[in-house]
């Protein structure tokens, strides 16, 4: 499995976009990045998965380079709500389960 | 998306009890499902991969025999905590994914165990 590093922690202003950089150097051909997110107290929630070049949904937007060793995930405008840590994966399947390891996370804290 | 379940939300046992926990997958079948631990401001650690019909896989300093795994049918996992002691005392999450590749997984709403 791909090591994962994020910055620890992030401070932001209610209203702006965040973006959230991950390094995953020893990414595989086969493997995938995808970021969770989690609230105190709660299980992490899927947010966003991708493979390569740009992915959108209605929550965030995931920036991969070509070679794919790193990933932005953005969060056009936070809210206080957004207050959680993002988790970035990278993992392949493997006998037809994929064996989710998290890293340390990133600790977003959005200001009023 | 998918839903998985856990119950309880949160347990509180005495020391030398045993404590289960489910997981449910509550709108797909999941042959393999994940059990997670997490301390408090610590990320969570993969304690087991629960497969369905046989044996549950344990990550390395994980004792089978203090945390058992039975995953019974397709949308069922349970994990036990035997003899619980207060270091025991943690958040217990646990996943799923629906079986076709490259999919999410999905996590449950994390049970918190307090042994006193």
């Known amino acids: 499995l791909a090591k994962t590093t994020q910055p620890i922690s992030m401070d932001s202003y209610e209203g702006q976009e965040v973006n959230i950089t991950c390094s995953h150097n020893?990414?595989?051909?086969?493997?995938?990045i995808t970021w969770y997110q989690q609230f105190p107290s709660q299980g992490p929630r899927f947010i966003i998965q991708g493979y390569k070049t740009k992915v959108t949904n209605e929550v965030a937007s995931l920036f991969i380079p070509a070679d794919r060793k790193s990933s932005t995930l953005s969060l056009p405008r936070v809210s206080l709500s957004d207050t959680a840590v993002y988790y970035c994966?990278?993992?392949?399947?493997?006998?037809?389960?994929?064996?989710?390891?998290f890293g340390i996370g990133t600790k977003l804290q959005v200001i009023p | 998306g998918a839903v998985v379940s856990q119950h309880p939300s949160w347990v509180i046992c005495k020391s030398g009890t045993s404590v289960k926990i489910e997981c449910r997958s509550l709108d797909f079948q999941a042959t393999t499902m994940f059990w997670y631990r997490q301390f408090p401001k610590q990320s969570l650690m993969l304690m087991a991969t629960s497969n369905e019909g046989s044996k549950a896989t344990y990550e390395q300093g994980v004792e089978k025999d203090k945390f058992l795994i039975n995953h019974a049918s397709l949308t069922l996992s349970t994990l036990t905590v035997t003899s619980a002691h207060p270091e025991d005392s943690s958040f217990y999450i646990c996943s799923a994914r629906p079986g076709h590749l490259n999919t999410e997984a999905f996590f449950g709403q994390g049970t918190r165990l307090t042994v006193v």
């Open positions: 994966l990278v993992g392949r399947d493997s006998g037809g389960y994929q064996k989710v390891t």
């Open positions: 020893n990414i595989a051909t086969n493997d995938y």
